[in-house]
T-cell receptor, first 113, second 112 residues
Framework: NAGVTQTPKFQVLKTGQSMTLQCAQDMNHEYMSWYRQDPGMGLRLIHYSVGAGITDQGEVPNGYNVSRSTTEDFPLRLLSAAPSQTSVYFC????????????FGPGTRLTVT | DAKTTQPTSMDCAEGRAANLPCNHSTISGNEYVYWYRQIHSQGPQYIIHGLKNNETNEMASLIITEDRKSSTLILPHATLRDTAVYYCIVRVGNNAGNMLTFGGGTRLMVKP
């Protein structure tokens, strides 16, 4: 198993541009989520999904959209990038929403200028 | 979910036990204690979790006080590869959002 994969590893955007961060898992996990981590801080939940076709907002959802058309993929869309969205983004998954162990991807480092 | 308090940083000599404390004085009866760690520039990694009994796995041991207001993560023989930020998280077991609330964590430096 590749586990949780994220692309790209690094990305630089200009203010106002849009882009999609990709996340995929091959463990047949129902639950997937996106976190952001600002320098020197812990992770904050952006959006999550408990299964294909179901998504919900986390702690900091503004400026981001998600969709879950398949079990494997959970892309995160930045609609109009802002410097405040400069961060490292982590995708995570677990077998079900109550699972105690979540598996994290390697992260995408995003800079918005 | 209950708030946790951890020391900002700790040092440990290689080969010695690393004992990382966590205070969670407002923990509720249905909240579990989880530990994750984050090695530099990587995604967080699950270590261990418990409700009220002490737990041990291949990575670490978790000691929870009888009143459940604090806990200690023990790495029995720390190596240089254990240098990381360690997060203590308290979470309801059936949290529908499965959200992990990460605080600042403890930066553990294992020294030769």
């Amino acid at each position: 198993n590749a586990g949780v994969t994220q692309t790209p590893k690094f990305q630089v955007l200009k203010t106002g541009q849009s882009m999609t961060l990709q996340c995929a898992q091959d463990m047949n996990h129902e639950y997937m989520s996106w976190y952001r981590q600002d320098p020197g801080m812990g992770l904050r939940l952006i959006h999550y999904s408990v299964g294909a076709g179901i998504t919900d907002q986390g702690e900091v959802p503004n400026g981001y959209n998600v969709s879950r058309s398949t079990t494997e993929d959970f892309p995160l869309r930045l609609l109009s990038a802002a410097p405040s969205q400069t961060s490292v983004y982590f995708c995570a998954s677990s077998y079900n929403p109550q699972d105690y162990e979540q598996y994290f991807g390697p992260g995408t480092r995003l800079t918005v200028t | 979910d209950a708030k946790t308090t951890q020391p900002t940083s700790m040092d440990c000599a290689e080969g010695r036990a690393a004992n990382l404390p966590c205070n969670h004085s407002t923990i509720s009866g249905n909240e579990y204690v989880y530990w994750y760690r984050q090695i530099h520039s990587q995604g967080p990694q699950y270590i261990i979790h418990g409700l009220k009994n002490n737990e041990t796995n291949e990575m670490a041991s978790l000691i929870i006080t009888e009143d459940r207001k604090s806990s200690t993560l023990i790495l029995p023989h720390a190596t240089l590869r254990d240098t990381a930020v360690y997060y203590c998280i308290v979470r309801v077991g059936n949290n529908a959002g499965n959200m992990l609330t990460f605080g600042g964590g403890t930066r553990l430096m294992v020294k030769p």
